[in-house]
């Protein structure tokens, strides 16, 4: 072991940091390396406890959407013998979208941290055991209690993706993108790049963002019609590094080390991948 964290040199400790990561998707925020035995150490980023507003400039064709709250990300961790799956399943936030210039939009998705849960192994007790680990890297559980932490900062709770730019829009104007019927609705379906800001853990880095929009209006509206609302996934997983942010063990390393390997006992990558699935719904 070395470091005042106890790092092991041989191995990284799969329960804990295989979970440890949200985006928004931000998030959501190519995954880098695995852990071997020589341990890079990887740079902080920048410490925040928020992100800048971010909001479209004034007009007319500017509407506003809330972040729907059951907006999942899934995040995945391979390793040698696992694949690491987590997912959380509480979000907020909003976008301004300006259906004259979609490269306009402004906004940000959070995603509550707190409802992080892994299901590497399909088992509720170890799970729930690897939840928990994973949450106190965050600083936002105590395994040693056996739950979320009491009070978990608004830093630690939320990672939050802020929208500063849009480009890779084939078509910029709403009402001129095809639609096409899809399940009682028009869709019109554009590709897009989201660059913007992603805070995770008091830590905040820039992230370019492949995703995919969909907005749905009502069967048969008018081209210059409202959407009801926007579906926002991700094209490709976005990556996270867990040393930017300062994700690391917290607890006592015996302890960590002894329930990691208990569950898994192999090494993993030190990044996350991440992919994300929210519903913005439009304002009357």
């Not at 210039?101 to 509550?112: A, C, F, N, P």
């Not at 104007?173 to 800001?197: P, Q």
């Not at 995770?200 to 929009?213: C, F, Y």
Request: aromatic residues 4%; glycine residues 8%; proline residues 6%.
């Amino acid at each position: 072991m070395v470091g005042p964290y106890g790092m092991l040199k041989t191995s990284c400790i799969s329960s804990l940091n295989g979970a440890a990561v949200v985006m928004a998707v931000a998030a959501g925020m190519a995954l880098g390396t695995g852990c071997d035995k020589k341990e890079e150490t990887k740079p902080v980023a920048p410490a925040a406890s928020s992100l800048a507003p971010s909001e479209a400039p004034p007009s007319s064709m500017v509407v506003k959407a809330k972040i729907d709250p059951k907006g999942t990300t899934k995040i995945d961790m391979p390793a040698p013998s696992e694949k690491i799956k987590a997912q959380t399943s509480a979000a907020d936030g909003h976008l301004d979208v300006d259906l004259m210039d979609l490269t306009q939009t402004r906004g940000e998705v959070k995603v509550d941290v707190t409802s992080l849960k892994t299901t590497t192994f399909g088992d509720a007790t170890k799970d729930g055991t690897q939840t928990l680990h994973a949450l106190a890297w965050l600083e936002a559980g105590d395994p040693e209690k056996g739950k979320i932490a009491d009070d978990v900062k608004a830093q630690n709770k939320f990672a939050v993706f802020a929208i500063r730019s849009i480009d890779g829009v084939a078509e910029k104007n709403a009402s001129k993108i095809a639609s096409v019927s899809e399940g009682g609705n028009d869709v019109r379906k554009t590709d897009l790049v989201a660059h913007g800001e992603l805070l995770v853990h008091g830590h905040k880095v820039n992230k370019d963002v492949p995703l995919t929009a969909k907005l749905v209006y009502a069967a048969g509206a008018k081209p210059t019609d409202r959407p009801k609302s926007i579906v926002i996934t991700s094209r490709d997983p976005w990556k996270v590094t867990l040393a930017e942010h300062e994700v690391r063990p917290r607890d006592d390393v015996g302890k960590i080390a002894k329930a990691a390997f208990s569950l898994i006992g192999t090494k993993v990558a030190e990044t996350a991948s991440i992919s994300v699935d929210f519903t913005a719904t439009i304002a009357p």
